[in-house]
């Protein structure tokens, strides 16, 4: 049947948005968040796009959906690392190598025509958003922002070209297990002399409790591979979104001496509650969607969690672990996702696993030279 490439047009972006909740309608594991939110997401006035660029495309057989891409220029990206990497990100694609290299081949057309050297991803549409594609363990849910994909996907990107440029870790942690006793003498240790200090959000004041992240956050990301620092228009507009959700237990924060010195934010899995509302709330699933929320929610995902450069080595890492540990346990969480780490962050990844955190998925970047 006829292939067709098309650009896709501002006015068509709910058909774009639209394509993954049709191609897994009845995929066992899949989960998309609400519509509206990925709109939000995709549509320019976000601020991620104050700084950055998009080309939307579709791929059509026989005149029906078959694939979808956007091709990203992160400016802030390139300004950074002095770069000129270009991002492809929201891809999703039917089992059609045909049509995903032809999607391929547009989007990296695009990028190579702003003047980009080569195309990275799946970002959607950064490294502070969903990204990856899952290389292992496909017979469960995703997380909360994590991504899921068919095995076959791997093989869509690989006949395309692409390479793997780097792979994610995740990994899962029992609230049942026991905290090693030699971490929780560190810990005591390290509290002797009154100079650390733990506290959670206010969320009366959310106001406070971000421009402490944002105090943080950038400094204790910014040697990581494939960081972007996130602007605070960009950090106000996440706070918007988390603020109806937001329980004190979900945000931790560490000081040294009285200064603000990390922190770390976990999240129930709310995709628990989104799986089966098809991307709306209806008046036919809020019911069942509400009662998911409030009763269902049994496990979570420690999404982010860092401390500023000047304080390493100190054990606040292992302190923010600790009592995100004990926040799961009070939420009556089953187990956690600590997710996503670097494959050669060492550090990180061997204090996971020496509290008994087992890797259990990996997700995969791709690149290829334009």
């Given at each position: 049947m006829p292939l067709e490439i098309r650009v896709t047009a501002e006015k068509d972006l709910g058909a774009f948005i639209d394509y993954p909740y049709v191609l897994f309608k009845d995929h066992p594991h899949w989960a998309g968040d609400l519509k509206k939110d990925v709109r939000h997401l995709l549509e320019?006035?976000?601020?991620?796009?104050?700084?950055?660029?998009?080309?939307?495309?579709?791929?059509?057989r026989d005149g029906r959906p078959a694939g979808r891409i956007a091709a990203i220029v992160n400016q802030a990206h390139n300004n950074f690392h002095s770069d000129r990497t270009g991002f492809f990100g929201f891809f999703d694609c039917a089992n059609d190598k045909d049509a995903a290299r032809a999607l391929f081949a547009a989007a990296g057309t695009w990028l190579k025509g702003k003047g980009m050297?080569?195309?990275?991803?799946?970002?959607?549409?950064?490294?502070?958003?969903?990204?990856g594609m899952l290389s292992e363990n496909f017979d469960l849910p995703p997380m909360v922002m994590m991504p899921?994909?068919?095995?076959?996907?791997?093989?869509?990107a690989e006949a395309a070209g692409f390479t793997k440029a780097k792979d994610l870790y995740?990994?899962?942690?029992?609230?049942?297990?026991?905290?090693?006793?030699?971490?929780?003498k560190i810990l005591a240790r390290m509290n002797r002399d009154g100079k650390v200090t733990v506290?959670?959000?206010?969320?009366?004041?959310?106001?406070?409790a971000i421009d402490e992240v944002k105090d943080i956050y950038n400094s204790a990301w910014e040697k990581n591979w494939g960081f972007v620092p996130m602007t605070?228009?960009?950090?106000?507009?996440?706070?918007?979104?988390?603020?109806?959700?937001?329980?004190?237990?979900?945000?931790?924060?560490t000081r040294f001496e009285g200064k603000?010195?990390?922190?770390?934010?976990i999240l129930p899995d709310?995709?628990?509650a989104l799986k089966e509302t098809g991307g709306a709330l209806t008046p036919l699933n809020l019911l069942p969607f509400l009662y998911r929320f409030s009763r269902k929610l049994n496990r979570g995902r420690m999404l982010t969690l860092g401390v500023k450069k000047e304080f390493r080595g100190k054990g606040l890492e292992l302190l923010l672990i600790k009592q995100a540990i004990l926040s799961a346990k009070k939420l009556g969480w089953e187990y956690g996702e600590m997710s996503w780490t670097l494959e050669d962050n060492k550090l990180i990844n061997g204090t996971i696993e020496s509290l008994g955190g087992e890797l259990y998925r990996k997700y995969r970047l791709y690149e290829k030279t334009l």
């Open positions: 320019t006035g976000h601020p991620f796009w104050r700084h950055a660029e998009r080309r939307l495309f579709m791929a059509y050297d080569s195309a990275l991803g799946p970002v959607n549409p950064s490294t502070n958003e969903t990204c899921y994909n068919p095995p076959y996907y791997l093989e869509l995740a990994y899962r942690y029992y609230t049942s297990a026991a905290f090693p006793e030699r971490f929780d506290h959670f959000a206010d969320v009366k004041n959310i106001g406070a605070a228009e960009e950090m106000d507009d996440l706070a918007a979104a988390l603020k109806p959700m937001l329980k004190p237990e979900y945000m931790i924060f603000p010195a990390g922190f770390c934010l709310f995709n628990i």
